[in-house]
T-cell receptor, first 116, second 112 residues
Framework: DTGVSQNPRHKITKRGQNVTFRCDPISEHNRLYWYRQTLGQGPEFLTYFQNEAQLEKSRLLSDRFSAERPKGSFSTLEIQRTEQGDSAMYLC??????????????FGPGTRLTVT | RKEVEQDPGPFNVPEGATVAFNCTYSNSASQSFFWYRQDCRKEPKLLMSVYSSGNEDGRFTAQLNRASQYISLLIRDSKLSDSATYLCVVNKGYSSASKIIFGSGTRLSIRP
């Protein structure tokens, strides 16, 4: 399977714990995005990387959230001191940016986080 | 006003019918547009990009109206398998990912 993969698919954690999610993008894609989606809403942008550089972060991304893409391949999203409001589906997407590319993003299956 | 607005639906139509929905956007400088399909509890999947001249892919036709700032999706001869939520996506600028805005989606249900 050469699509975007995410692990774990589901995570249940207690409030106050730290969690980390992983995303493996499509191998030739240079951009990687993280989104959060809650029921009845479209995905909301959190942050993105161009290769290993984190170029933008949304105001939604509080200090408790951190993302890395150390070698320009896979990425991790960590949430520290989780809160119940962090419960959501966390989606990763990747795209190939460059001349002629149209920012067509391909999504992974997501990690569903439940904070109890 | 939301930057990207969609009628949430649900649209409930019989199999074989033609159905269309619109998506309006507020930023006239928006550069590129897409339709994604999302099944319940699954990830969004790219359905089609929307080109200025309009484009068709089998039973699906997408149109862009820059003057009125909306894009549309038309589905002909609808199938049961078309039941899903359709997300409109607008990219306000090529250089910034934070300018990629998703609508909340339109739910479509096809009945036998």
């Amino acid at each position: 399977d050469t699509g975007v993969s995410q692990n774990p698919r589901h995570k249940i954690t207690k409030r106050g714990q730290n969690v980390t999610f992983r995303c493996d993008p499509i191998s030739e894609h240079n951009r990687l995005y993280w989104y959060r989606q809650t029921l009845g809403q479209g995905p909301e942008f959190l942050t993105y990387f161009q290769n290993e550089a984190q170029l933008e972060k949304s105001r939604l991304l509080s200090d408790r959230f951190s993302a890395e893409r150390p070698k320009g391949s896979f990425s991790t999203l960590e949430i520290q001191r989780t809160e119940q409001g962090d419960s959501a589906m966390y989606l990763c997407a990747s795209s190939l940016e460059g001349q002629g590319a149209r920012s067509e993003q391909y999504f992974g299956p997501g990690t569903r986080l439940t904070v109890t | 006003r939301k930057e990207v607005e969609q009628d949430p639906g649900p649209f409930n139509v019989p199999e074989g019918a033609t159905v269309a929905f619109n998506c309006t956007y507020s930023n006239s400088a928006s550069q590129s547009f897409f339709w994604y399909r999302q099944d319940c509890r699954k990830e969004p999947k790219l359905l089609m990009s929307v080109y200025s001249s309009g484009n068709e892919d089998g039973r699906f036709t997408a149109q862009l109206n820059r003057a009125s700032q909306y894009i549309s999706l038309l589905i002909r001869d609808s199938k049961l398998s078309d039941s899903a939520t359709y997300l409109c996506v607008v990219n306000k600028g090529y250089s910034s990912a934070s300018k990629i805005i998703f609508g909340s989606g339109t739910r479509l249900s096809i009945r036998p």
